[in-house]
Each structure stands twice: as structure tokens, then as C-alpha cells.
């Protein structure tokens, strides 16, 4: 079957970095997208990787191993702004987006 | 500014009474979806549009029903709701679906209650 896994919450301190794992399983893998939700809203696009490798766009980066199905966003210079839901969905052989449910994310002054 | 744009915010409907849920899109995208999505879970594919062709998923409930009268507008139809379907709905675009082009872009969602 296919499947997404990463952690349900992790809490940091406003300043600091943080590292949100994700792990997938899918029927062919067409790449992977971070998505943040803050509660009561819908999700909002933060990246999309296809390559191995690390991308990086400004406090957050995004990371891909294909090799061993494994994704992690970077979150630097964390802002009480940041305190959201973080999803992982990894694009399966058939185009459809196969979502985990979502790391919570908490930060504290 | 190009959106995805849902109505109504927030709705309210009794238990049985039919609902429908509006979505419009300035993007001009090929690809419409609707999501359903409970505290705490994953967003859940119920359908979605390629154009004008219909894909329902295989665990979608008959009760679910969309339509697409033009590539801008996307309607969810609840046809019965019961307590089990109060969610957010979320509705979906894409420009395209593989060759890159397959990012979501989300608009701000219904939310369904029943009483």
C-alpha cells in the first residue's frame, strides 16, 4: 500500500531550527510537496522536490532522497508565525498526491 | 491576483438536508479538486476533474457528487449529509497533471457543519 509517515507534533523555540521528517512508500514516486496549514485554514504550497538534493528558499529549505524515500523540511530562524500543521504528500505513479497527516508544530518563546 | 476562491466559509446544514459547496477558480487551471478533511487528518481525495472528465475515487460515498460546468467554477453536491461528513472541504487546482506541473493550490475551504 502507499503510505506517508512523519511525525504527529514537535515544539522548538522561537530563534531556533527545526527538522520535520517525512518518510513515503508509493506506487512510483512523481516527487514531493511540503504543504503548511495553519489551523482553520487550507493548505499552502511550500515546495516541491523531484531530484535528489536540497533546495532552499529562504527560512526553509527542503531536502530529498529518493534512494531511501525520505524527505525533511528545515524550518531556520523559527517566528511564532511558524507554529502551523507542516504536511508531506508525496505524487504517486498516477499523479495523485498521497498526503501524510501532518506534523504540528509548536513553537514557544 | 489569480485564487482559488470557495463559498460559502462556513456552512450549516441539517442532518439530511442537501448541500451544495461552490468553488471558482481566475487560474485557468486544467485540474479541479475537492478534498475532505477532518481535525487532525490528512486531506482525503474524494474527486476530481482533468478538464472536463470526472474521476471519482473508489471509497468516495454515492452521497458525494461534483460537477464542473466550465473549466472556473467546481460544485460539490452533498446529497444527504450525515454527522460523519462535517469537515472542511477543501477545493484544489492544478495547471496540469505530471510534466512539472502538478502543484496544488488550495482555496481557503468550507467549513460543514450538521446538526
Known amino acids: 500500500g502507499q503510505n506517508i509517515d512523519q511525525p504527529t507534533e514537535m515544539t522548538a523555540t522561537e530563534g531556533a531550527i527545526v527538522q520535520i521528517n517525512c518518510t513515503y512508500q508509493t506506487s512510483g514516486f512523481n516527487g514531493l510537496f511540503w504543504y503548511q496549514q495553519h489551523a482553520g485554514e487550507a493548505p499552502t504550497f511550500l515546495s516541491y522536490?523531484?531530484l535528489d538534493g536540497l533546495e532552499e528558499k529562504g527560512r526553509f529549505s527542503s531536502f530529498l532522497s529518493r534512494s531511501k524515500g525520505y524527505s525533511y523540511l528545515l524550518l531556520k530562524e523559527l517566528q511564532m508565525k511558524d507554529s502551523a500543521s507542516y504536511l508531506c504528500?508525496?505524487?504517486?505513479?498516477?499523479?495523485?498526491?498521497?498526503w501524510g497527516a501532518g506534523t504540528k508544530l509548536i513553537i514557544k518563546p | 491576483d489569480a485564487m482559488v476562491i470557495q463559498n460559502p466559509r462556513y456552512q450549516v446544514t441539517q442532518f439530511g438536508k442537501p448541500v451544495t459547496l461552490s468553488c471558482s477558480q481566475t487560474l485557468n487551471h486544467n485540474v479541479m479538486y475537492w478534498y475532505q478533511q477532518k481535525s487532525s487528518q490528512a486531506p482525503k481525495l474524494l474527486f476530481h476533474y482533468y478538464d472536463k472528465d470526472f474521476n471519482n475515487e473508489a471509497d468516495t460515498p454515492d452521497n458525494f457528487q461534483s460537477r464542473r460546468p466550465n473549466t472556473s467554477f467546481c460544485f460539490l453536491d452533498i446529497r444527504s449529509p450525515g454527522l460523519g461528513d462535517a469537515a472542511m472541504y477543501l477545493c484544489?487546482?492544478?495547471?496540469?497533471?505530471?510534466?512539472?506541473?502538478?502543484?496544488?493550490?488550495f482555496g481557503p475551504g468550507t467549513r460543514l457543519t450538521v446538526l
Open positions: 504528500a508525496a505524487l504517486d505513479s498516477n499523479y495523485q498526491l498521497i
Open positions: 522536490n523531484v
Open positions: 484544489a487546482t492544478s495547471r496540469e497533471q505530471g510534466a512539472g506541473m502538478d502543484t496544488q493550490y
